[in-house]
């Protein structure tokens, strides 16, 4: 009998011990400064919405890392290297939200970032001389780059979650301007067409800005039109909860608190 017990609980205690040393699951932000402004502590009153929604998730048991930079496109952010070295720690059952094409805009060779991708998600390519890499590059579509997110992270049998980009602070005839006939558009084809989780974050929020109307929204805006300050961005994090919560089979929704 006492053998028994000493046994049951030497059972129970390696449990335990299991359970928690058994790593956590890793939700993997990446985007740009409307994800993560500067150092994510809010210098200049900015801030992007990653840095602020760890708080609706239970971090005891996935850890929320924000990897997001400023001035990143979807290209720029693989040449830099940060996705190889996420991919460095990836692993089954963790999760990688991303969000680009605010900065996929700019121009492809430029000596002040060279950063653009070629418009739309097709397989069409651009032989450049990169002036701040100092190198040749071959350069592709936006569609490319967020293909490659896709893929890669589930080739590492984490689970990808596109957003399309938050909106800017744009009103036209009193409406917020959507990003539904470029980023937001192709972000959302890609997600249909690689099978990945989307959010369309770009209508979710610009839905809220009809709602409050373009003097409320201003007060989210203090330095441009496209950099919120922590209201604005308690906003975008709340939006990409709900549209978190809004998709179906996607398991990085019971880790919300």
């Known amino acids: 009998m006492k053998r028994s017990l000493i046994y049951l609980i030497i059972c129970s205690l390696a449990l335990t011990a299991f359970k928690f040393l058994k790593e956590k699951p890793v939700l993997y932000i990446i985007g740009d400064s409307t994800v ?6 809010g210098a200049d009153q900015l801030w992007g919405w990653g840095s602020l929604i ?13 990897h997001a930079i400023g001035g990143r496109s979807s290209r720029t952010f693989i040449t830099d290297g940060r996705w190889d070295a996420i991919l460095k720690t990836l692993k089954k059952g963790d999760f990688v939200i991303m969000q680009f094409g605010h900065n996929d805009a700019s121009p492809l060779d430029d000596t002040a970032r060279a950063r653009g991708t070629i418009r739309g998600i097709g397989k069409e390519s651009k032989d450049i001389y990169n002036p701040i890499r100092k190198m040749n590059e071959t350069v592709y579509s936006y569609g490319h780059y967020m293909r490659k997110y896709v893929n890669e992270a589930r080739a590492k049998g984490a689970i990808p979650i596109i957003c399309s980009p938050v909106p800017r602070n744009n009103f036209k005839e009193g409406k917020a301007r959507r990003g539904d006939q470029d980023y937001g558009l192709w972000a959302k084809q890609i997600a249909a067409e690689t099978g990945a989780f989307f959010i369309d974050l770009n209508n979710l929020i610009a839905d809220e800005y009809d709602k409050m109307g373009e003097k409320a929204v201003d007060k989210f805006f203090p330095k441009d039109h496209t950099h919120p300050n922590r209201e604005g961005s308690q906003l975008n994090a709340a939006k990409v909860v709900e549209g978190l919560k809004g ?8 880790y919300l608190k």
């Open 54 to 66: 760890d708080v609706y998730f239970d971090t005891a048991r996935i850890d929320v890392q924000n």
């Open 36 to 41: 993560k402004n500067g150092s994510g502590k």
């Open 247 to 254: 998709l179906d089979k996607c398991s990085l929704k019971q």
